[in-house]
């Protein structure tokens, strides 16, 4: 009889750990691809606090391209706004209106040669062209996370503690369709 209660008492506390492993491990999961999409926003915000500085040295040579630097200050309230949520679509496709405004700016400076040459400018350049790596990196490692996470909410045994840890799977973080590659821009 001792021995029956024993292992009836083992068992039990056994089922206990493995219940809070398997919860532990899932929330681990989510929180890290939560702070992964945190990294996208931290990125994508340093690139739209960039570009300001790089229209304003535009605009100095190209006054009379009204059009694109209003189609960049929408862009950059997208970004800033989808920033704020955790749909990852809202996301990308602000991330890709404020590609396509970039890639405009840039083919303004392309058509005026001291603008190329000018310090500010080519440092302005510099610093975006170590964001787009940087948001490139963020991306990579949100979806990395949420592989993780999506493997086990959708794997045994993990998946019996899913409901229960309230975590579920995530979205990847794709490009909108025509996003799939980077813009080319050449100076």
Known sequence: MLIALIVIVVLIVAA????VIGFNKLKKADIGAQEALGGIDVQLTRRADLIPNLVNTVKGYAA???????AVTEARSRVAAAAQGDAVPEKAAADAQLNKALVDVMAVA?????LKANQ???????????TENQISFARQFYNDAVTT???LVQTIPWMFFAAFAKVSTREFYKAP???QT?????F
């Open 16 to 19: 206990v750990a493995f219940g």
């Open 64 to 70: 009379h391209e009204k059009g694109v630097f209003e």
């Open 110 to 114: 392309e058509a005026y040669p001291d």
């Open 120 to 130: 500010g400018f080519l440092d302005l350049q510099g610093r975006l062209a170590e």
């Open 149 to 151: 996470l999506n493997t």
């Open 177 to 179: 369709e025509g996003q």
């Open 182 to 186: 980077p813009p080319t821009v050449s």
